[in-house]
């Protein structure tokens, strides 16, 4: 699917592993074509075990045999990292960065020729195969690198492309979202406890309703309110509810809270 081109991650963590689990299932890739480096070997060792890729302690070795290279460690020692990658990164490849607030040009800037860098900002659903993953082409980037991260990440959930000054908001909005949403849902389990529910029976309806109603507005493509309205029949309960939360601000919290999250992204890549 990439061409024969092989993959790989500097840093086997989290996002990594939900990365390859999603390339191996939707059979982008067969486990031979995906290597990955990290400084724990015992984390090398389980994803080896579990997924059959080929692991390393060297990033260089995976940089060396990859055309395709997800960086995959945490911003704060991602230049330290880039300092290490020096004589293995040239144009040839396609670099895909996913650290929070690491630019495309800072990125570039590490190395002498004009590498191909594409910045992705993916969120925690990927390891259930269902994030929102934004994706931003830098300046030497090709269409081909774009359509290659586009791949990748289709393959854990869904992808929109932006401009890269719109990765703060995407920060603010579907990076942190899960964890207004995982608040939203604990919240509504408490309240089905407290008219009288199990907390199992509270959460599964609170998630399930949470989860249905999200599919609805991707699959009828609907506008929300219109929905909203379908379910809200004139003196009913729906209506009563919606009430209260206008009453409490929840459409102004909401808004407020994904200004300010982006507000935090900018100020921390300044940093
Ligand atoms: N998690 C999210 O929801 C999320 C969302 C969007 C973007 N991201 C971005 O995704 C990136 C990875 O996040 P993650 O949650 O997967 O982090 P993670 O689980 O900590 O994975 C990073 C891995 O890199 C390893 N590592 C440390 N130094 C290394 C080095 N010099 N060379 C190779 N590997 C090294 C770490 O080992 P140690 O643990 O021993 O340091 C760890 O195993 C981050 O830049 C983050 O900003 C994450």
Known sequence: MFGGKKI??????NMAEALIRGLLKAKLLNPEEILASDVREERLAYLQDTYAIKTFTDNCLVVADSEIVVLAVKPQIMSKVLDGLIDVIDESKTLISIAAG?????????FPSQVRVVRVMPNLPVVVLEGAS?????????RDDLEIAKKVFRAVGRVVTVEEDAMDAV?????SGPAYIFLII????????????????????A???VLGAAKMVMETKEHPGRLKDMVTSPGGTAIAGLHTLEQGGLRTTLINAVESATHRSKKLGQQ
């Open 8 to 13: 790989g991650f500097i840093g086997a963590g």
């Open 171 to 175: 920060t603010g909005l579907s990076g």
């Open 102 to 110: 690491i630019t495309t040009a800072f990125i570039a800037g590490k």
């Open 186 to 205: 604990e919240a509504l389990s408490d309240a089905g406890v407290k008219v009288g529910l199990s907390r199992d029976v509270a959460q599964l309806l």
């Open 207 to 209: 998630a399930q309703t």
């Open 134 to 142: 934004a994706i931003a082409a830098g300046d030497h980037a090709t």
